[in-house]
């Protein structure tokens, strides 16, 4: 960046500089039951990290990327989403 700040980062670079402490337990779990029913599978398009991955029918989630945005929980209200407990997930940096 400039000294002057003017210069704009991309969503790609921004999202470059979030840290994170990674957690041995995942903070949102999939339900393969339901995700089984699902026609619509929209975790697999909405998250913007792209965590979501299916495999051999079932839904995959890398809870070690997560931006922790709550979008999958707006698209599907059957996974079960929480925040990861204290000191764990993203750590934002300004950029």
Known sequence: MSDGGDEKLSVEARLGLVAF???S????RVNQDECRKCSLKQCLFVCPAKLYTEEEGEIKF??????ECGTCRIA?????WNYPRGGFGAHYQYG
């Open 21 to 23: 402490t990674i957690d």
């Open 76 to 80: 599907c209200p059957k996974i079960d």
């Open 62 to 67: 890398n809870h070690e990327g997560c931006l």
């Open 25 to 28: 337990e995942p903070h949102i």
